[in-house]
Nanobody, 124 residues
């Protein structure tokens, strides 16, 4: 069973920055893509960012474009999400996800395994 463990969530003030990490373990494919999603109370899970198998291709949701950066370190089996210029509307539980395809995918159904989520709260 592939397992994903997120870390790095917390409370940050508007305009601030925060970084999330997600480490993958278990019987993974040799090459796989990763993504970050978020879910606020009463809302559907929303695509935030995705990265292909070697980090050469990334894609972002419209609401985070130019503020968030996704990256990965395959030697450490870890994917990162650097969040800057945070807004109160970025408040949500953030989930990392693993996909068995090698290119970037953006829908919930295209991801095979999920982390437990980490809370990010943006408030003054």
């Amino acid at each position: 069973q592939v397992q994903l463990v997120e870390s790095g969530g917390g409370l940050v003030r508007p305009g601030g920055s925060l970084s999330l990490s997600c480490t993958v373990s278990g019987p993974t494919f040799r090459s796989y893509s990763m993504g970050w999603f978020r879910q606020a109370p009463g809302k559907e899970r929303e695509f935030v960012a995705g990265i292909n198998w070697n980090g050469g291709s990334t894609y972002y949701g419209d609401s985070v474009q130019d503020r968030f950066t996704i990256s990965r370190d395959n030697a450490k089996s870890t994917v990162y999400l650097r969040m800057s210029s945070l807004k109160p509307e970025d408040t949500a539980i953030y989930f990392c996800a693993y996909s068995e395809v090698v290119y970037v995918v953006t829908t919930v159904a295209e991801y095979n395994y999920w982390g437990q989520g980490t809370q990010v709260t943006v408030a003054s």
